[in-house]
């Protein structure tokens, strides 16, 4: 295996963080709720590595959010629970970010 260069991850980390953002941009458009999206969702981020909090709280804040969907809450609330699940998902993505950084350097 080639070393990566200094600002190219290696592939795994660049698709585990591709598919991160996919799943940012899918629950920034996200009106409904289907169990082949949530089980979708859910391999993305266990992909990413071990259970952490960091892990548990993205899986809580997006079954949060999927089920002020489906219990038809208000759209002020559903739209409250997208930007908390949002915040959440941005946070873990850079922290995935940093810690691949760390680790290629």
Known sequence: MLPAADDVAPWPLRDHLADLAALRRGVAAQCSVSAAHGVKAR????????????????????DRFERAIIECDAPPVIEAHRLECLAVLEQFQEKCERLGSATSA
Request: aromatic fraction near 4%.
């Open 43 to 62: 391999r993305i981020l266990f992909s990413l590595g071990s259970p952490s909090g960091d892990l548990l709280a993205a899986l809580d804040a997006l």
